[in-house]
């Protein structure tokens, strides 16, 4: 690193100033849009009182939530496809119920 050599305050604000903007916490991404597309960015943005910085991160925000719920619909689907139905008590009392009456109907036939 090159050292620097500061002969007024105003050399030592810019020298330092300028090392804190290499040490950058945020990645910068260029994006493009369509010019209608960009126009309504460029508007919710000015309704929300947001940059647009802000504005994406909370959309990628949003997106990678969504994308992770629908993973876990797909697996829930995927587990249910292979354990097959679950059922509820009410469904078991029911089949329970269906059982003992054709079991009781069936040795009434026999006697």
Not at 46 to 53: G, T, Y
Not at 64 to 77: D, F, H, N
Not at 96 to 103: F, G, N, P, Q, W
Request: charged fraction near 30%; hydrophobic fraction near 35%.
């Amino acid at each position: 690193m090159k050292a620097w050599r500061c002969t007024t305050i105003y050399d030592y604000v810019i020298i330092n100033t300028m090392s804190l903007s290499r040490s950058r916490t945020s990645r910068v991404f260029t994006i493009s849009f369509p010019e209608d597309l960009a126009t309504q960015v460029e508007e919710v943005a000015k309704q929300e009182s947001r940059n647009i910085s802000e504005l994406f991160r909370e959309a990628f925000r949003t997106y990678r939530l969504e994308r992770m719920q629908r993973r876990l619909s797909a697996t829930r689907a995927a587990i249910t496809a292979r354990t097959g139905p679950h059922y509820t008590e009410e469904d078991v009392e029911q089949l329970v119920d269906e059982i003992r009456t054709e079991l009781s109907s069936g040795r009434k036939r026999k006697a």
